[in-house]
């Protein structure tokens, strides 16, 4: 079993900046794949970004140049740092990770609105 506990959701205005942050409860290198989801009200829930994989990293077109993914192996901890910001970035983000044996995992979600 792998918990998951994002953080850094919130109120930004267009064209700020916000770091989300997810902490596992194993070590990544237990997790075959991490990353970041959303889904925004009446849609369905999409990849942003994540580590898949064999190394390879993923990105949604739509945050490609603005969003980046890196990880902390030492905090079992994935961040996502997101910039220029924008309305329609508006949505519920969750932590997913991915066992080796392709079990799923997810956090509870952060919040993250843009807003002026």
């Known amino acids: 079993q792998v918990q998951l506990v994002e953080s850094g959701g919130g109120l930004v205005q267009p064209g700020g900046s916000l770091r989300l942050s997810c902490v596992a409860s194993v070590s990544i290198f237990s997790i075959a794949t991490m990353g970041w989801y959303r889904q925004a009200p009446g849609k369905e829930r999409e990849l942003v970004a994540r580590f898949g994989r064999g190394g390879v990293t993923n990105y949604a077109d739509s945050v490609k140049g603005r969003f980046t993914i890196t990880r902390d192996n030492d905090k079992n901890t994935v961040y996502l740092q997101m910039n220029s910001l924008k309305p329609e970035d508006t949505a519920v983000y969750y932590c997913?990770?991915?066992?080796?044996?392709?079990?799923?995992?997810w956090g509870q979600g952060t919040q993250v609105t843009v807003s002026s």
């Open positions: 997913n990770a991915e066992s080796i044996g392709n079990n799923r995992y």
